[in-house]
């Protein structure tokens, strides 16, 4: 996906995550229907309503309490997708997941995340807080989604809850 593809949309926010296991291996774990219930150390629930191609749609039931739906856009087998995810009734953001093979054994993962959250507020206002705030916050969590499918393909075994540490916002709150 790229900013021409996203108009308006200013400032992404990318993590990139090596993985020491073959691109194919990576798109099966990733184009799995319900993976984020194994990969993914703030999610929940993962339930599927369409799977397979860019009609694919689910939710993503977070430990916070939050819903957000994801409806797939665009589905390149063996590579990657594009979606959009947001709360029902809400905005939302635009996000793709690539994978790039590194040579036969290895590649690496990458989510690139087009935030919707202060996107109608003026440009020149809007830099502070995605600097200050969004920017960090958003990157901490998809380095622990892309960390959560790192640990799952080489380990075969699900991630736990806040794995890789908690979020203020997608994690459960203590009581």
Request: net charge positive.
């Amino acid at each position: 996906m790229t900013e021409e593809r996203i108009p308006g949309f200013k400032w992404p926010v990318a993590v990139v995550q090596p993985i020491a296991a073959p691109a194919k291996i990576v798109w099966e774990t990733i184009s799995t229907p319900g993976n984020l219930e194994l990969c993914h150390p703030y999610c929940k629930r993962n339930p599927v309503q369409v799977w397979r191609g860019p009609d694919s749609r689910d939710e993503v039931h977070y430990f916070s309490g939050w819903i957000y739906e994801r409806r797939f856009r665009r589905w390149s087998e063996g590579t990657g997708y594009d979606l959009e995810i947001g709360r029902p009734g809400g905005g939302t953001s635009y996000v793709s997941w690539q994978i790039s093979p590194a040579d036969d054994r290895n590649c690496t993962l990458s989510i690139t995340v087009y935030p919707h959250v202060l996107q109608k507020i003026p440009v020149v206002v809007r830099w502070l807080p995605h600097v200050i705030r969004l920017r960090p916050m958003l990157k901490k969590y998809l380095e622990s989604v892309t960390k959560g499918f790192e640990w799952y393909v080489t380990r075969g075994k699900p991630v736990s809850r806040d794995q890789f540490g908690r979020h203020p916002w997608f994690s459960a709150a203590r009581s």
